[in-house]
Each structure stands twice: as C-alpha cells, then as structure tokens.
C-alpha cells in the first residue's frame, strides 16, 4: 500500500525538542527510526507519516511521558512550525485564522484534514484522519486537538473554554489527563468524529498581533507550498485515503467513496478496474494493514480492532482477517 502522506519536518523537530525537555535522547531516537538529519534542517522538508507514527511510539517511551501527545502545546511554541504559523499570527481574528489554518493545514501534516462546522451557537474543529500510515490515531488527535487548543489561546490573548471534546478511538482505562489538558470541556470517547468545540463568538475574537501587509506577503509561499504537496495522486490511493476517513464511522460504502471523490459509483468502479483495482480489493488491503499493525503493537483489543476498522461485530473481523492471513487475529498477535 502507498504510505504517501507525510508531515512538515518543523513538526518532526517539535517532537524530538519535547522528548529532550523530559530528558530523553533525541538523536538516539532520530537514529533508531533512520531519520535524515539534513532533512530536518529544511524549513520545508517533509519526513514520511510512517516515519513519523514509529517516532511517536518510541518517544512516548523514551520520554517516560505517558500523555506526551496531550502535553506537546506546553512544550513547543506555535511559532516554531513555520510559514503556516505566521500566517494565523497575522490574521485579524481567529474565525479568519482557522479559515486559513483549514486552507494550509496540509503544509503541516497531509494525513489529516481539518475542517470548521458550524452548530448554531457553537463552531467545531474537525480533525479528520485520511492516511492508513497513521496507526497511532490517538497520538495524532490528541497532539493536534491540544495544539489547537493552545494556540487559539495564544493568539487571541483570552483564556479560551472549550465546551467539548469528541475524540474517535475508545476510552483508555485512566482520562483524567485527557479531562485537564482539555478542561473545562466534557471529553467524549469513542465518537464517529474528533472535533473541538467552541462559542461560535470566538470566531469575532481579535488577533492582536495581526499585520494586513505581512499576511500578504506570506500567503503565496504557503499556497506554493500547497500545490506541491497537492498534485493529484493516483485515484487508488485517494480511494484508500477516502476509505479510511469514513472507516471511523461505520463500513464504507462504494457509493460513500464515489459521493467524496465527486464520481458516481459507476465510473469509480470503471476507472479502477483499468488500473487494476477493485473497490473490495482495496477496502481489504486498508483494513489488513491496519488490523495487522494494531495487532503487533499489542494496545488495542481485538473487539477495539474491530470497531475502528468498521466491523459491525468481532466475529466479523474474525472471519474477514482467516479469510486475509489464514489465522485469527489471536493467533497473529501471539505470533508477532
């Protein structure tokens, strides 16, 4: 399977400046996930979103942290991230900011995709996931939700209050981090989204380090940048991308699929077809991959495994993973 997504290195950087506040080794980790050390000093380098979730695992452990993704606002600067960055700092409120934040995200990070829904008093943030190289989805939703968080604050200079927090893996056995770092918002587990929600009246908020002219200067680096990073991939791959965004929700349908790549479901099919592919062929290829990679690392359960691959029931999971690799899930975890 294509792992084409990848993240900014200022990103990468972050990370490895959090583990060494807690006093791990950041080279060591740098060396043990085969990281390009020039690569990183590139201001737009991008580092591969696989790379990036194996830093993840090996960071929280060397870190001693076990929140470290809740905890990555308190240890980076929102500045430190680049182009993307001054560009919110120059905006005149924040409602124009997010505007900008969900245009150039993809600067940032490509695997995610940000969006702003509006809820008639209240404003969601919406991070959606759309790479299956990403297989530590809670590291990448908490560090955003919580960077987010962070940064409007800064910007806007007020002490922002969440209302809620709507994160899409299931609850871990202690939230009391979860329910600080996000306080005062209720935090929901297990939902069909991740969002942060807010007063729709922090869209008016000033920003009052904005400058009009500096803003215009910055936009078309960021934009230049954008349409590198967004030259059409193959339809397979953006099928896989589609499939497992909506896999957080229930099993995709072939229809769901076409209706997001703006097709009918009879010229996907086609088109796929003379690529080689199949829509069920690729539906099972996102899901053995994930189900083999949550299965080697040995946090989520097989029922959990289940539902974040939109299985109805284990046993269906089951049955579809011996149709995959010839064993059960059990037997392949016992195996790894």
Request: with cysteine; charged share 15%; hydrophobic share 45%.
């Amino acid at each position: 399977m294509p792992t084409d997504a990848t993240i900014s290195s200022a990103s990468v950087k972050g990370l490895l400046y959090a583990v060494t506040q807690c006093g791990a080794d950041a080279g060591a980790l740098s060396q043990a996930v085969a990281l390009d050390i020039v690569q990183l000093e590139d201001p737009d380098g991008r580092v591969p979103m696989a790379t990036m979730q194996r830093l993840w695992s090996l960071a929280v452990q060397a870190s001693g942290d076990p929140h470290l993704d809740l905890h990555m606002a308190q240890h980076v600067h929102h500045s430190s991230y680049g182009v993307l960055a001054y560009i919110l700092m120059h905006c005149p409120t924040l409602g124009v900011a997010i505007h900008k934040l969900c245009r150039y995200q993809d600067i940032i990070c490509n695997g995610t995709r940000i969006s702003l829904r509006h809820l008639g008093d209240s404003v969601e943030l919406v991070v959606d996931i759309t790479s299956p190289t990403i297989v530590y989805p809670h590291f990448v939703l908490n560090s955003e939700l919580a960077i987010y968080l962070h940064m409007l604050r800064l910007l806007s200079g007020q002490s922002l209050a969440p209302q809620a927090v709507h994160l899409a893996y299931p609850a871990p056995a202690d939230t009391r981090e979860h329910v600080r770092v996000f306080a005062p918002a209720s935090v929901q587990f297990g939902t069909p989204y991740s969002a942060l929600r807010l007063p729709a009246t922090v869209l008016a908020l000033p920003i009052p380090t904005a400058d009009p002219q500096l803003l215009a200067l910055l936009e078309p680096h960021a934009a230049a940048l954008l349409a590198r990073l967004n030259e059409l991939p193959a339809l397979a791959d953006r099928v896989r991308h589609e499939l497992l965004r909506l896999l957080v929700q229930s099993e995709p349908s072939l229809e769901a699929v076409a209706e997001a790549l703006s097709l009918s479901p009879r010229i996907l099919q086609r088109q796929l077809h003379q690529d080689g592919y199949s829509y069920q062929q690729l539906l099972d290829e996102v899901r053995r991959e994930l189900a083999e990679r949550h299965l080697r690392d040995h946090i989520l359960s097989i029922k959990d495994i289940a539902l974040l691959l939109g299985f109805a029931e284990p046993s269906v999971f089951i049955r579809a993973f011996r149709r995959w690799t010839g064993q059960t899930p059990g037997m392949f975890r016992r195996a790894s």
